[in-house]
């Protein structure tokens, strides 16, 4: 999946949406940046003039990957910069009113068919789904977001509306890591 650079707004959100972000997602983000432009480029840039100093770069295997490689890493710098000159770190540890769902919080929630589901919802570069981490743009989320403990919320799905009970909301503790 390629980035989009130009990209002004979280899906399915006005442009001028901030990317809210946990304070951990920005240190990885921050990581990738510092490895791809500190490491990985100037070992592929290294690759490429040794290539390139071999005469023919037509046939040239090492010099014609190592170019696209260049402009890969090119194309995710630029994007990881443009995010982190936008994102807006919250921290779910700091949030004041625990009782409610907020970006940053663990939620439990049963589906009509009595099964459990605990999702954390993240910031749209923090998805991952096999770990129970949502994107706070998800539908999922939209439709959690502001309900408590006992709240039963809709969520509009394709193949029709489907109610959600929340079982619990949790938020990491005050200067855990």
Partial sequence: MEEDDEE???PGLPAGTPFYMTPSGHAGLQAELRA???EERPRVVEIVSWAASLGDRSENADYQYGKRRLREIDRRVRFLRKRLERVQVVDPASQPRRDQVFFGATVTYARED???VTVTIVGVDETDLERGRISWVSPVARALLKARVGDLVRLRTPAGVEE????AIRYPEPGAA
């Fill in 8 to 10: 002004e707004a979280p």
């Fill in 36 to 38: 791809l432009w500190n």
């Fill in 114 to 116: 009595d099964s459990e």
């Fill in 164 to 167: 959600l009970e929340v079982v």
